[in-house]
DNA sequence: AAGCTCATCAACCGCACATCG
DNA sequence: ACGATGTGCGGTTGATGAGCT
């Protein structure tokens, strides 16, 4: 037997709500708040709708300071930056954008920011297709003063339509007169630390979101890390004891970086000579691998399905990385690459699985 | 003008977690 | 410790309107 529903759905109202029930919900609540039972407000004020519908009405539309549509691009920057951090949280992406609901950001990122970052799809595939059949396998991404604006950008592997051009993202780092909850990296570690799940280190096991892979070892005090600890972060993902990324960082600079993390189908990056390769392999899920003073830092990276799923691959390679001036390659190494020593990643390689 | 397709977004659903007795 | 219940969240649905043929 299952749990018992939430309300009488035989005698509850669905469907869209009308100015009348906003108006007494939105009355009783701010005389009298919700008084911490949102099951029990509906029939206190004589409303025939669920409790649940009621709290969404209320923090979706009614509440105040509430924002709908005209999102700006320092907006999407935002939005953008944190889904490729850490995914299709919501809520989290939501609590750094005053005003912004999640379902708002979600209906958002669905139905247009998604489709502004991937492009057409059958344009892409089209286009990029018969050009990578054209390509060699080599195509080399130089950066070697910055990470977030690599200096050749002349990539022709897609056509510049393809992607949209955007600004650069400055990273996570915002200026003082914006949110000030989100303007350093402190508060960048704040937030991370608030995220637990996906960054959490639970039974010292890596947490991944769709549960795809349980890595680690049990009781691993030997590489206890007071940073990363104090990040909840799984300093040691793979089993056998390989540094990630985000500690290779901690320990370089004592900075703040995450990585972000995606099992794709059948790609994986790979790091070869001073270069961050992307390979597609025939097994396994994406992987990151950096090459930091002659040390290389592989980590597996979830959560980046939709941005570098299959139709992305072409003739073995990535394509949304392809292009530095693409939205989602400068959300990604803005996320990824985020306080660490630049000579880590400063070029990008694309070459074909032999 | 009618019919169809597609985009948008409010709302719903079900699950997981938190809290309480 | 455990079950019942409330809450929060992310995924999905469906109504609606705009645009196209």
Redesign the pocket.
């Known amino acids: 037997m299952g749990?018992?529903p939430?309300c009488d759905k035989a005698n509850v109202?669905?469907?869209?709500?009308s100015p009348e029930e906003d108006a007494k919900l939105k009355s009783y609540i701010e005389q009298h708040g919700?008084g911490?039972?949102?099951?029990?407000l509906p029939q206190k004020i004589g409303l025939k709708r669920?409790?649940?519908?009621c709290?969404?009405?209320w923090l979706?539309?009614l509440r105040p300071n509430i924002k709908?549509?005209g999102f700006s691009e320092e907006e999407d920057n935002i939005i953008c930056s944190l889904y490729v951090s850490i995914g299709?949280?919501?809520?989290?992406i939501a609590a750094q954008l005053p005003g912004r609901t999640?379902?708002?950001i979600?209906?958002?990122w669905?139905?247009?920011l998604k489709?502004k970052l991937l492009g057409n799809k059958h344009r892409k595939d089209q286009q990029s297709r018969s050009k990578s059949k054209q390509e060699g396998a080599n195509r080399i991404i130089t950066s070697p003063n910055s990470l977030l604006v690599p200096e050749n950008s002349t990539t022709t592997i897609f056509p510049q339509p393809y992607w949209p051009l955007m600004p650069v993202i400055p990273s996570l780092q915002y200026s003082s007169n914006q949110d000030p909850s989100f303007n350093d990296q402190d508060s960048i570690k704040k937030l991370l630390m608030k995220l637990g799940g996906r960054f959490s280190d639970e039974e010292n096991g890596w947490s991944s979101p769709q549960g795809s892979h349980q890595v680690g070892s049990g009781d691993d005090h030997d590489n206890y890390h007071p940073t990363l600890d104090a990040l909840n972060i799984n300093p040691n993902p793979f089993p056998d004891g390989t540094p990630s990324c985000t500690q290779l960082v901690c320990e370089e600079q004592s900075n703040i970086a995450y990585s972000s993390s995606c099992m794709v189908n059948n790609d994986t990056i790979v790091n070869n000579n001073n270069h961050i390769e992307l390979v597609a392999q025939e097994t396994g899920g994406l992987e990151e691998i950096v090459l930091c003073n002659n040390r290389t830092y592989p980590q597996r990276l979830d959560g980046l399905e939709l941005l570098f799923g299959e139709d992305m691959l072409v003739n073995d390679k990535i394509a949304p990385l392809a292009d530095p001036n693409s939205l989602i390659y400068q959300s990604f190494v803005s996320s990824n690459y985020q306080g660490m020593p630049q000579q880590c990643a400063s070029e990008l390689r694309f070459i074909n699985r032999p």
Not at 13 to 17: A, E, H, L, T
Not at 36 to 40: D, E, P, S, T, V
Not at 88 to 92: D, E, K, N, P
């Open positions: 749990r018992a939430c109202k669905k469907g869209p709500w919700t911490g039972n949102w099951i029990a669920c409790g649940k519908s709290r969404l009405r979706n539309y709908h549509g299709s949280r919501w809520s989290v999640d379902n708002d979600k209906n958002y669905n139905t247009k489709k």
